[in-house]
């Protein structure tokens, strides 16, 4: 497909794993796409690098005590630097800005993809806590700005291309596959002496440290599972999870014929970042290729959600709805954040999810405010529940 304009990219996140990889396909499409913004948490010195090289008109750094010295690093080039992330929710409207691709861990992802669905930006959606936490009333508002949200979480992309050309038959269920992360078909036993260094070591994937656990505790399926729903319109019966330790096959698409269509492909992030940013066209890349030959046996597995019980919650968590996924999400970066901290245990992650799931007031028909305060109520409870839980305990 030939474009005849440069697309100017805002990266939301731009100094984590998917951050990272979207800068390289803007590198190696220079006549396509322009890093207009970069956004990132802390990390001052990466942020500085790439500014440098791709001269941004603007940075954001959201760690304001960071602002000074990215500042004077850049005070030589034709970049404005911002900080705070007051200063992101309101940039992602700029006129200038095409897409959007919002790539920021967790939570804080929300409000500035609002704001640019409502600014009428294009969405390139890495941030799955987005639709989990808010998946109506973000689809909602994609839909009455005409604005279209990309997936590139690489599942997502999968269902997202093997739907091409088939808007108007019927979806009898789809087929998101799990490698199984490091752990599969380990046993609760097993788990029970994991640590952060045996969690982070994915066999298939480079990501970033909070997406590495919940691939070994299979939350990160879990998620995917609800964000599926809200970008596909599906209901939970329609949605099943294999583990497919290979990850060749990223998933999968059955039609009420009977019929499948699988999006296949070597493990590598930057070709769903390349579709987001292309779409509806694809363009020439020098991506390795897969070679059929050299994985002759490509294998699946049922998901074992007993001993991996964020998956099950998770399901249990998109049939109850209102705002039960944003109380799972928020427990659960809560839980991830203090397993990687040494604070907590991994089978513990799952205990702190069920009970905040038990204990934070539900809410059947949630308003964003709604949202906001169950986020940080039930990061409150979370962490008092953890410090009132000692580690010996925890292991039980």
């Not at 309101?90 to 993809?113: K, S």
């Not at 329609?238 to 009420?256: D, G, L, T």
Request: hydrophobic share 45%.
């Amino acid at each position: 497909m030939q474009y005849t304009a440069v697309k100017n990219i805002a990266i939301l996140g731009s100094t984590g794993s998917i951050g990272t990889q979207t800068l390289e396909v803007i590198k190696d499409n220079p006549g396509l796409f322009r890093a207009f913004m970069l956004t990132a948490h802390s990390n001052a010195e990466l942020l500085i690098k790439q500014a440098l090289e791709f001269v941004p008109r603007y940075v954001i750094i959201c760690d304001e005590s960071k602002y000074q010295q990215i500042k004077e690093a850049l005070s030589h080039l034709p970049v404005t630097v911002l900080a705070g992330y007051e200063s992101i929710k309101e940039m992602v409207t700029l006129p200038d800005i095409h897409i959007v691709l919002t790539a920021m861990v967790g939570f804080a992802g929300l409000e500035p993809t609002i704001n640019a669905i409502k600014a009428g930006k294009d969405i390139a959606l890495a941030n799955k806590e987005t639709l989990v936490v808010a998946g109506e009333l973000v689809t909602t508002l994609a839909k009455e700005n005409k604005v279209n949200i990309l997936p590139v979480d690489s599942e997502h992309s999968a269902i997202f291309q093997c739907l091409a050309g088939e808007h108007h038959n019927t979806i009898e269920k789809i087929i998101l596959t799990a490698s199984g992360g490091p752990f599969r078909g380990k046993t609760r036993d097993f788990l029970t002496t994991v640590k952060r260094e045996h969690a982070l070591k994915h066999p298939n994937w480079v990501m970033g440290a909070k997406i590495t656990i919940d691939s070994a505790s299979l939350m990160n399926k879990g998620l995917e599972v609800i964000e599926a729903k809200w970008l596909f319109g599906l209901e939970s019966n329609q949605i099943e999870v294999i583990v497919h330790p290979q990850s060749i096959i990223h998933s999968m698409v059955q039609f009420e014929d009977g019929s499948i269509k699988a999006q296949m492909g070597l493990p590598d992030m930057k070709l769903p970042i390349q579709y987001a940013l292309t779409y509806p066209g694809r363009v020439k890349n020098k991506f390795k290729r897969f070679n059929f030959t050299d994985h002759p046996n490509l294998t699946f597995e049922k998901a074992d959600i007993q001993t991996f019980r964020n998956l099950g919650l998770a399901f249990t968590a998109l049939d109850k709805g209102g705002n039960m996924p944003c109380i799972i999400n928020a427990a659960n970066e809560i839980a991830v954040a203090a397993f990687l901290n040494n604070q907590t245990t991994f089978l513990a992650m799952s205990d702190i999810i069920e009970t905040c799931m038990h204990k934070i007031d539900y809410i059947k028909n949630p308003s964003l405010n709604d949202y906001l305060n169950t986020d940080k109520e039930t990061r409150i409870f979370a962490q008092n529940l953890i410090k009132q839980m000692p580690l010996k305990a925890l292991q039980s």
